[in-house]
Structures are given as C-alpha cells and as structure tokens.
C-alpha cells in the first residue's frame, strides 16, 4: 500500500451542520493527524466550487484517499465519488462521514455534537485508509422484459414497452387477460366503466406482435442478474426457456377472506356479499336478494379487514371511494332503497374524490359511524316480524348509542391483500416482502417502482393497495425505466461483493445457504466456494456467516470495520479517560 | 547436554520454559522421541525447568541474544510469568509463543470471564472440597520466622504472551503436534529462509474442515444443538450436520485433525486462519447460519441449548478476542 495522503472535507452544510458541530475546530484538529495531508471546510462540498477544491488538492497534493463530512452517503456519495473520479483518483478511495443526519440535526448540545462528528470523522479517516481500488464493470442489456401479472398493470406496462419495439413476455396465472378490473363494473370517481378501459387494453395487448402472453403459467425460478435472466416455463405441451433482461412483478392484489372476519357473518348468511360478489350484481344490473326480491335496506359495510391489528394494519386505500360509488350505483338503480354506510373514518384523499363524497353525502345515503378498533359492527338474522333479512348492531360513535339497522343485502367492503402467490415470486425474483406482505421497495420514498435486486421492477397493488390511476402510473414508471435501461444498452453493475480468498476457503458450505441471491456456488474441484460477482449484491451474509475469514466483502472488509471501530472509540477512550482525571 | 554435532556447525542455544500451563507443551517436546537425538546433536537445552535443573540466575546471567531459540509456553498469569517473558524477551533471539496458551490465552484465558476475588473465592473458601475455616487467602508477602516469603502476584487478567512482550512467531496448539515443532525445529537448523515475522508457524492457513474427511453437504440446518454424547455418531456425516458444535471451520488446519479423527468435534486448540480477529465470534456468526428457525422465540431454544456458548466458543482464544475479558 502507498503511504496514504488523506484529504478531509467538513461540510457546514449553510448552517444546517456549522450551527452544532464546531467545524473549524475539528478541521484544525484532524489537521494534525498522521497522514492529513489537506483538512478543509466549507459551506457547501457538494456545490461545483465545493467539489472543485477536493479535485484541485487532489492534483495539487496528490492525494490517495479522501473523506467528506457532511450529509448521509444516501444523498451525495455519488456525488463525491464523480469528483474524485473526474479527478483521476478510483472513486472507492473515498468515504463519507454522516454529520447532519447523525449528530446536527439531532443533537443539541454543541459540545458533545462536536465531539461526536469529531470521532465519526476519524473513524471514516481510519476506514479510508485501508480502502482499496475497485475497476468498474458493465454488462450489456437483453432488450426483452418479462412481466408477470396480466391485469391492468402488467398490461400497461406491456404496451408501453411493446409499442416501444421491444419485446415483452406477459406472464398470467389465469386462462384470461384484465385480472381484478375485469370484474369491476363503473371506475370512481367519475363513474366510467371498468369494463370498456380494460376490454380495449385486453385488445391492444393481444394485437401487440411484441407481446407474447402465456396464460396459465407460473413462474418457479429464475435464474441470472440485470441483463442477463432467464426463466423455463413449463407449458401444457412443452417447456420454453425466455431471456430478458429485465422484469416487472405485477402480481395485484387478492381480497381478504371474508369468512375469517367471524362477527361479519360471511357464510352464514346468504345475503352478506363481498364488494366483488356485488360488482357482478351491478354488472348484470340485478340487485337482488339470494330470495329474488328487491332490497328495501341495504348496508354497506367498510373497512373490513382493513387498519385492524386482529386482521390487516393497513387502510386499504379504494374501499371508501368504491362504498360511495355503490350508493351512487343503488340510488340510481332502486331510487326507494335505504342506503346505511357503517364507516369508520372517510378517506377521500384522490383526485376528484372529496368532491364525491359531498355529491354522494346529498343524495339520501345515512353514514353512521363504528369504532375500527374496538366495534366492528355484528350481523344477526333478521327474525320472522322483523321486515328486512339481517339487523346489524353497532354502537354509533358520532350519536354514542349503541343502535340496530336493517338490511335486506349487506356489502363487505373487504380488504386488500397481497396475492397468495407473492411468496413465491418474491423467491424466484430475488425480492424482499414487507411485514404486510406486500413486495418491497428500493426506497419508500425516492424509489418506490425498484427493488433492491436490480432489474426487478414493481408496480401496482403487488406493492402496497392502490386504486386504478395509482396502478398505471407505476406501471407507465417501472415501463420508462426499463426503456431507460434498454436504451443505454449497458448497466454498471455492483462493485462491492463478495470475494472468496481460494487460499484460505475450507470447503465448509457455510456461505452456500445463506447468500440471499444464490450467488455462492462450490467448485467441486479446487473444492472451494466460489462467488458469482455479477449476481451478488455485496450484502455481506457470507462474510460474516463465514468462519475462516476467506469470504470477504468489498470495501466492507473486516479489517476495514474494525479500523473503523477502533478509529471511532479512540476519541471516546480519549473522553473517558478524560472524564476519570477529572474525577480523581 | 553437550552433545557435538557432525558437520561442526556451531550448536543452537535452545530454551524452553512455561508460564501458566498444564505442562503438556513440555510434554510434548519430549514427545519427539528418538529424534530427539537429533535435536540435540544440533541444539544445545539452556534452559528448560521441567527436564533440566538450571535456575532464574542462570538466565539472568546469560548477555542478551544468548539464546536462538525459546519456545516460550504458557499464558501470562501473575507476575512471575511476566517477569520470565520479559526475561527471555532480552535473552533470546527468536521467542516462540508455544501453544495455545501463549499464543491465545488458551484454557486459562477463561480465568477472564472471573477477576482474581471470584477465583480466590471458589479456589479458598467455596469449592465443595476447601476446608478453609480461617478464611485464609493467598497472600503476596509473608513475614515468617526464617524471614520474608514472596510469591508472585495473581493478575486480574490472563494475557497472551504477545500481549506483554514482542513474540517473532507462534506455534498453536493444545499442545502443537510434535510433527510440526521437528518441521520448525529443522528448519531453523537447516537454516531455511524463516516465513514473515509474527506470523504463525507449523500449522496451515486452511481450516480443519479442508482436511477432515468427513461429508460434508449444503444441507446444514439444525433444529437441536447435541453434546457428542447425545448423538449416535455414524462416523462419517460433518459434526455440524448432526448437530454437534465442531469449531473445525473456524480452526487452522495442522494437527491432522486429530480429534475429529477420534470421533470428537474439534475444540479449536489451533487458533484461527490469518484474517480473523477473533475466531469465537466468527465461528458464532457460522452457528447462527444452521438454526432451522424463524421464530425469536424458537431461535432463542435451540440457542439455548448449547451448554456454555462462552466457553465453547472461546475455549482457547478469549484474552487475545475482541472481548478480552469480562468487564471488572
């Protein structure tokens, strides 16, 4: 190794930094540290002026390592790792201190916040200088997308690609196209049919010739890394292998099982429907009960299943705007009908849908209000003098009396759910699910359409509930950066992975089944474990998992973090042995 | 001991001595056998208490650098063991931490999970087989009628050998196989080019499992942790695969992998491969990849049936651990 000449950059970040931690102090500190070569601050190192002074002392100094304290890596460690580079140093020669989200902004004592930027700033200065070069790499693009799910979101994200001149793999587990709004009769909130917006996408779909869709398929495994997969489907007839080079998961959405909700009553009594169940009323134009007479009462029930700890903690985002769709529906269709909402808060938050709402509220319907978290409303059968079929009780929370209502058909407005098979493609795609099951996210809020393997894509209700617009966007989102990536040809693929040292592997196995990606195969014949670094997300399992120390991580390496360690209680080694001369 | 030697190359100056040990490091130098003829045709034994009746002032009065060699056994207990390593340190050329205990800390280096009160507490007054009715302690000084008695002090904490003086090499090993010492030993006679200093001689930089010849297979998930006699051994399937908790992986290779050869998991006596810091954490972060759970709950059983983790895993290795000790 060189002789490091480490240059150290503290960001006041304006005075979002500078007005807890003592910068100045702390530059002329590490200044005289071994090995400092160039201890600067600065209002802002990530503006053009504040990147170019780290490039001219680069030159200037020939510096070999740099460290930047400022905000989170999350934010500007590209940014910095470009500079460095236009400076002709290997950008991985360079590490962040995070001294505004860790300690200014969230401290308010500014001598200890000092003294605490001060020991992330070592320790980074410590890491840094075992930090070793890493060459970039790329791998061309298979301009093909698989996509699994052939509702409206795998179908938009299909076209967009298609009509694009690249080819699309359409993946559906049924024997036909439209998935849940295929069952829907009107959209809310401009009440426009379901059933005209889908059957003309169905069409494009299938008229597309760069869409080939298999029906009645599922996916058991796929195999390869961004740009390169590859899949065998399993057909009636034969088996085809598909290559592509990226993929959408569009899986949707599947209801909540109603007979799990027990004080509801689904099952027992026959005119207890679920939402979907009365999509098909509507479609066919005929509400009526199992008996065949037209209802004179009819309850719509929200909230089932939904932002209830016993069931699903979530809201379900659609079911308060399609309830009022309903009452629209019924009030047009049986203008003498009772229309009963039992909610439990109104969530009218789309475009369009407030106004609903008030539209909805003047046209006759009564809203009465349950306790979600205590109260579900119970349903009973109606007794022989009773004139209607069922009698829901509720305590109503507005009045605070505990009341009865009639119905002759009572609506469930059921929950969202992930479909039951997201398991299993969050396995073959190498993808992670949230604690509700859903798929997760790159980034909740900066990258919500990717996921943490690369060339995976999500979109629609498969990644948390959503209503029809909300689907689209992220499936016209997930198309653009698959077109994107299609379009630069090549992608830089991940430089911190995983490494095996052939020298020291035992040939244990340890690392094989804990590799998240299956990356880590074993060479039979060198009898040791090999990393495929293409696949491999640098995650770090093996290298812990691993006990001879063969596996390590890139850049993450032990002896990285244990300087890195050792770099940050030395100023706290510092401070408490300060702390006992005093006391003494 | 002054045996000449044939081709009339001046004879090495050879010690050995031990700190706190059991003295099987000793044992097993004698363990050579009739080679140990040969290491006498070629070295001569300055210094070795447990074959040799030499005393502390004869190695004082040696000019520094007077020894080539010293395999220096045992971990540093009290303060005699300091005072000797410190001694040899300045009387020897090259000083060898000999075996797990100097290199590591070894068996006594478990001392550090107690301080000094607690040891005397068991040794003096609780233990079930101590009748100590006055209550009486070891003590540094005593004035009796001859005049005053010294002992050596007792250290709160055990210490590698590196961990007080400056160590050229490190032989590992409860004790290390008397194969690899003749390997080293010749090599210095023959006068081969000596590895990197402070690296460790006589043992692999692979791990057991290269070695060992049992099978091993992907399929490492464990529902129970067994102690070796809890299990029906079929000879043949990897330890860690029968549930057994075998610290070959997280150990060098170069004793032959003897105890798993006798049917015993691997205690990790050989220390670990050259990149880990502390081999006990890494061999508890490879336990933790073949629990067969998902559950905290269900985690926490089956770790719960491993009897004495911290003696397990650090049984040879904690004074020279990231952990050291526990905390006073």
Known sequence: MKEPKIGVYICWCGTNISHMVDVKAITEEIGDMPNIKVSRNYKYMCSDPGQDLIISDIKKHKLNRIVVAACSPRIHELTFRKAIENAGLNPYLFEMANIREQVSWVHTDIEAATEKAKSLVIAAISKVTHHEELERRTVDINPATLIIGGGITGMTAALDIAESGFKVYLIERDNKLGGVVSKVDLTFPYMSSAQQLIKSLINKVSNNKNIEVFFNTKIKEINGYVGNFETKLKLQKKARELKFGNMILATGLKPTDPESIHEIGYGRLPDVVTALEFEQMLIKGNIKTKAGKEPNNILIVHCVGSRNEKYNPYCSRTCCMTALKYS?????????????????????FGKGCEEFYSQTGRKNAVFLMYDQKNDIPTLRRAGKNDRCNIIAH????????????????????????????????????????????????????LDPIATTTDGVYIAGTCQSPKDIPDSVSQARAAAARILTSISVGKVEIELTTAVVNEDICGACHTCINVCPYSAISFDEEKKVSVVNEVICKGCGTCSSACPTGAISARHFTDKQILSQIEGLLAVSNKLSEKLEMEEV | MNSSNNNNKPKLKMAVYWGSACGGCCVSILDVHEALFDVIANADLVFWPIALDTKYKDVEAMPNGFIDITLFNGAIRNSENEHMALLLREKSKLLIAYGSCAHLGGIPGLGNFHNRKEIFERVYETSESTVNPDGIMPQTNYAALEGNLNLPEFYDTVKTLDQVVCVDYYMPGCPPQTERLLEVFMAVVNGSELPQKK??????????????????????????????FEIDDDLTTCFLEQGVICLGPATRGGCGYRCIKGNAPCRGCYGPTPDITDPGAKMMSAIGTLIDANKPEEIAEIVDQIVDPAGTFYRYSLPASILRRKLI
């Open chain 2, 199 to 228: 690296s460790v001689i006589g043992a692999w930089d692979k791990t057991q499992c290269d070695e060992c010849d049992r099978v091993k297979t992907d399929n490492k998930l464990v529902k129970k942790f067994n102690r070796p």
């Open chain 1, 328 to 348: 629209n529906q019924i009030r047009s269709a049986l203008p003498k009908t009772s229309i009963y909402h039992a909610y439990s808060d109104m969530r009218a």
């Open chain 1, 394 to 445: 509720m305590y109503e929370k507005l009045s605070g009396e505990d009341i009865e209502i009639p119905a002759d058909i009572v609506i469930l407005m059921i929950s969202m759910e992930a479909h039951e098979n997201v398991k299993q493609v969050a396995h073959a795609a190498g993808v992670s699910i949230c604690s509700n099951g859903f798929f997760m996210e790159k980034h909740p809020k």
